[in-house]
């Protein structure tokens, strides 16, 4: 099965994030086929790249056979003085292109497109700040897995889902007290040097560094995450929008229990600079699975 493009399609610096609910009594069936013609033949979408996503219990309600065994809607993570709040939707689209103009001209487009079947409940403008750095100042997605490595990483490759990933979804607020420490405290609450981003040695790395909380090890192997984020907002509200795919939810709900303290008790330092707003997941099937669903009679 073939993944989604759009999960690999890196370089837009333009992205909108569209999170939607279900209009009432309507039938899965009709969601997940709206959803799916977004990426068929006669979909009107030129001048970006458009990903999909559905709400799990959605599509398994629909194609059992399309989604992650794993796979379920958010909740709730909470730690000893963390709450990361789950705010789940229905569907997620993600719109990336070249300018801002192509991208507000199709997210236009798809929201008339699926009207009246879903009602916009979010809308996020990202961008790319600095090339591959957030608005810490810290380059983001060091830790990601390589063009080669990464459809390991974020694509299932075999049984219920193949050829899928699970999304997660989350706006991350940034406070204005990190940038009021100097760089040096900066370093020890990332975990790397700010202006090449090296790992700091061991012996000086604090164990709540975020670098330390979000390295995680089953079995003697890592468990990676294919990150795709980008930034938000203006000069006085802004911040980070995590867009981590994985090929199963158990590496990203790992991920962000370490980094509440849920597991141990040791929240992540960065967590003490950064708010989070929302969290969902979602899958995002197959382009075979999707071909089939589009298909679906419209009732």
């Excluded at 068929?40 to 219990?57: Q, Y």
């Excluded at 798809?110 to 810490?136: H, K, M, N, Q």
């Excluded at 203006?234 to 229990?257: E, K, N, Y």
């Amino acid at each position: 099965m073939t993944p989604q493009p759009g999960i690999f399609a890196v370089g837009a610096p333009e992205h909108c994030y569209l999170e939607l609910d279900a209009a009432p009594g309507s039938e899965p069936a009709e969601l997940v086929g709206a959803l799916a013609a977004l990426l068929g033949p006669s979909s009107d979408v030129a001048g970006a790249c458009l990903t999909v996503g559905v709400r799990p219990e959605l599509l398994r309600a629909v194609a059992p056979g399309a989604t992650p065994p794993d796979a379920a809607s958010f909740e709730d993570v909470v730690g000893p003085e963390l709450t990361m709040p789950a705010t789940q939707h229905d569907a997620w689209v993600w719109i990336a292109g070249g300018s801002r103009s192509a991208v507000f001209d199709v997210a236009v487009t798809v929201t008339g497109a699926l009207r009246p079947r879903f009602a916009v409940a979010s809308e996020i403008g990202g961008w790319v700040y600095r090339t591959d750095r957030d608005l810490t100042g810290f380059v983001d997605g060091t830790e990601n897995p390589s063009a080669v490595e990464a459809p390991d990483v974020a694509i299932r490759n075999e049984g219920p889902g193949e050829g899928s990933s699970v999304l997660l979804f989350q706006q991350w607020r940034h406070l204005s007290t990190f940038a009021e420490l100097a760089v040096p405290e900066q370093e020890r609450v990332i975990g790397r040097t700010k202006a090449d981003s090296v790992e700091l040695d061991e012996d000086v790395m604090p164990a709540d560094a975020h670098v330390r909380r979000n390295v995680i090890e089953e079995g003697g192997e890592e468990l990676a995450i294919f990150r795709r984020n980008t930034s938000y907002g203006g000069s006085s509200d802004h911040g980070t929008v995590f867009v981590g795919f994985c090929a199963s939810r158990h590496p990203l709900d790992r991920m962000l229990r370490r980094m509440a303290g849920v597991e141990d008790g040791v929240r992540d330092a960065l967590t003490r600079y950064t708010v989070p707003l929302t969290g969902a997941y979602y899958v995002v099937p197959a382009l075979g699975d999707l071909a089939g669903l589009a298909d679906l009679p419209e009732g």
